[in-house]
């Protein structure tokens, strides 16, 4: 999976609920500049920070997965 495509999900849908970086940075305590790389897919994610993310955003990990999947698929068109 692409990370720039997964980050932009991450970075919708905390957009979505009105949140900052930097809610979301410490609801996982992790850094700012942390989210920030994965947003702009400059990081990769590990499961248990993207657990954390879907908790925050309450969805599913398979939500923010499959969105980024369909869209990685729609770009490559």
Known sequence: MDRRILGKRIREERTRIGLTQEQIAEY???STT???LVERGERAVTLEKLVL???CFHVTVD???RE???QESL???
């Open 28 to 30: 996982m305590d992790v």
């Open 34 to 36: 942390y989210i920030g």
């Open 53 to 55: 993310l879907a908790e």
């Open 63 to 65: 939500s923010l997965l």
């Open 68 to 70: 980024a999947e369909r």
């Open 75 to 77: 770009d490559k068109k």
